[in-house]
């Protein structure tokens, strides 16, 4: 009865997000109190983006540059996901954080995530908070000396990170960020599966159990969640010296996406040979890139070699000051009051590209050249799906030339190569020599007891 009363004032409430200034930041509690019974789950959480989100250095910038083209419009809007608690306790105006306190600079923490109570929806942070003795969380059952403990749906379903992970301009509606509205209308809603499932599991790509407990003295359970919740970012993380989530950013990345090719096996000198590549996201459960998808890059890079190494045809390669060979970009392209492309989200009002790639779907391109009449034979065809967390310029332009290199990861890759003529192509498919047979058996057989030594140790 006292359950069902509760259960129906929080809905009613639910319907009203918390505002500016409602509560004061001595009302959260620090994480490092947290840490005392939930220790494992506090060093997953400290150091990745949630972690980060008020200090982020690019965030930072990017808050400031945003405050000054709309004379402080925006000032609340950006800082209600990346100061949450700078924003219900009224600490935020002014945006330059001089009023901030030591938890509202906590970012995304702990208590806020677990006093959250109720939420208005999704996107632009409709979250109702409820900060007191009061955790609530996954479990329906779950008993804890310092604080009562409350079951919350919210928590194991994908609205609860949609709240943050949808972001509308503030101003004209404009739809800036759709993680949370492509995964409702993609694949992996249908099958049931979540946010949490890929991100707060080791499993990446699908979820893994990982039995365990959830704090000290609590009962072993058939599944812990991970709070290390990484993305892509292997940039501002690495900045922070937050290297191990910039590792993991960096596994995920290699998880995302498969190539495939279509290529000639036989080319003629002065011949026109077409290739046809297809990039499959095959791992996310929105699109790729996603978030502030007009700032992140994914391209394909192209080469084509020749027996001798010389360069026959080549698209997407970096240069040394960090501008790309011409080449498309698979992002979102956002258009200005003047419909001229910007990267400033804030000033946007159209969606001039969306060339993102969708959950399980697949784009392909067409990459024409010509053999040269010098080459020598077989001519090596690599294509690399890329991934930069910023364009270097904008990153050069908030922070100054030379101060940071934003590194470009090597998603997956594929190769071929084209041949003169059948019997060549013939020939490097069938191994020539038994030697090399029967040294490609026995590395075979190494790589297998290899692998079952592997399993066993695991
Ligand atoms: C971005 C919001 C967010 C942050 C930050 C966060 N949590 Fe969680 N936490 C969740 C969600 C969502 C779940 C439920 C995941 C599920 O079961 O699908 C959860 C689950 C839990 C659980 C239940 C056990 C488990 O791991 O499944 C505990 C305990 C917990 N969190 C404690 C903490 C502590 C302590 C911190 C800070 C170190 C923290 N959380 C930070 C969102 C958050
Ligand atoms: C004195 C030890 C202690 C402290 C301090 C503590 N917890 Fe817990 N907490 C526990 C135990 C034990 C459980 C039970 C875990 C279980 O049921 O598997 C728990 C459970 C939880 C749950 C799961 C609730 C549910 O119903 O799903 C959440 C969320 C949580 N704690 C968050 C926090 C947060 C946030 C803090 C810091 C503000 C915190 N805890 C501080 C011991 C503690
Ligand atoms: C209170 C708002 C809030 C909630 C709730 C929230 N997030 Fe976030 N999340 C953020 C913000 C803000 C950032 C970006 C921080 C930055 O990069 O400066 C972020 C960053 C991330 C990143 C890192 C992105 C990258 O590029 O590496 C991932 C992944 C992520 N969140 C997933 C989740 C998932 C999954 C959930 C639900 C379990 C969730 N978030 C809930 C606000 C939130
Ligand atoms: C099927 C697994 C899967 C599901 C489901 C999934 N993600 Fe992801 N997510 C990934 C992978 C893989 C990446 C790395 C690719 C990338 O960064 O674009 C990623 C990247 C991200 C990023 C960083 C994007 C960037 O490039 O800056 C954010 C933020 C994020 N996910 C949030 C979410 C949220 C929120 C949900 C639920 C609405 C969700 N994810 C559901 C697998 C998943
Ligand atoms: C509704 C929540 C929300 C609001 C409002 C919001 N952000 Fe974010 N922001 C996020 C999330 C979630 C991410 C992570 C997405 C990703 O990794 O691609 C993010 C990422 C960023 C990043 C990239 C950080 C990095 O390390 O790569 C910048 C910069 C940023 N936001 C600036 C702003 C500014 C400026 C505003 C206001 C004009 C703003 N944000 C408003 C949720 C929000």
Not at 209 to 217: T, V
Not at 255 to 262: E, G
Not at 303 to 320: C, F, L, M
Not at 386 to 394: E, G, N, T, V
Request: aromatic share 8%; charged share 20%.
């Amino acid at each position: 009865m006292i359950t069902s009363l509760f259960t129906i004032t929080c809905n009613v409430f639910a319907a009203t997000p918390t505002a500016h200034g409602e509560l004061s930041s001595d009302m959260f509690t620090d994480s490092k109190k947290c840490a005392q019974c939930h220790a494992i789950t506090h060093d997953q959480w400290e150091g990745t983006m949630h972690y980060n989100a008020y200090e982020d250095p690019f965030y930072q910038k990017e808050v400031l540059a945003a405050s000054n083209d709309t004379q402080g419009i925006v000032d609340e809007f950006c800082s209600r996901c990346h100061t949450p608690i700078g924003v219900v306790s009224g600490e935020i105006p002014p945006i330059d954080g001089s009023d901030l306190s030591a938890i509202a600079r906590e970012g995304v923490q702990c208590d806020l995530c677990h006093v959250i109570s109720g939420s208005n929806g999704t996107g632009n942070a409709p979250f109702v908070v409820s900060p007191g003795n009061i955790k609530w969380g996954p479990f329906d059952d779950s008993r804890a000396a310092y604080h009562e403990s409350e079951y919350l749906e919210l928590y194991t379903r994908s609205e609860y990170c949609g709240m943050c992970h949808d972001v509308t301009h503030p101003l004209n509606g404009l739809v800036v960020d759709d993680t949370y509205t492509v995964w409702k209308e993609g694949p992996y809603a249908e099958e049931g599966v979540v946010c949490q499932d890929c991100h707060m599991t080791s499993g990446i790509t699908k979820f893994e159990a990982n039995p365990g407990r959830a704090g000290s003295g609590a009962q072993k359970r058939e599944h812990i969640s991970t709070h290390a919740i990484v993305g892509g970012n292997a940039f501002i993380t690495e900045i922070l010296g937050e290297e191990r989530y910039g590792e993991m950013a960096v596994e995920r990345l290699e998880k995302t996406a498969t190539l495939s090719i279509d290529a000639p096996q036989i080319g003629q000198r002065g011949d026109n040979v077409s290739l046809n590549i297809s990039i499959t996201n095959s791992g996310a459960g929105h699109k790729i890139p996603t978030g502030v998808s007009e700032i992140r890059q994914i391209w394909l890079a192209v080469s084509v070699k020749d027996g001798s190494g010389k360069q026959v045809y080549n698209t997407g390669e970096v240069y040394d000051n960090g501008t790309i060979r011409y080449t498309k970009m698979y992002n979102t392209v956002l258009g200005d009051a003047q419909g001229q492309p910007t990267l400033s989200f804030w000033l946007a009002q159209s969606i001039l590209e969306d060339n993102r790639i969708p959950p399980r779907g697949t784009v392909s391109e067409k990459y024409t050249f010509r053999i040269p009449d010098d080459v020598t034979y077989p001519l090596a065809v690599e294509a690399t799906l890329k991934y930069r967390s910023a364009p270097q310029d904008l990153i050069d332009h908030l922070f100054g030339e030379d101060v940071y290199e934003v590194p470009v990861i090597s998603m997956t890759e594929i190769s071929t190569n084209i041949y003169e003529t059948e019997e060549a192509a013939a020939d490097a498919a069938t191994p020539a020599t038994p030697g090399v047979g029967a040294l490609g058996s026995v590395t075979i057989l190494l790589c297998a007891a290899y692998y079952y030594m592997e399993r066993r140790e695991t």
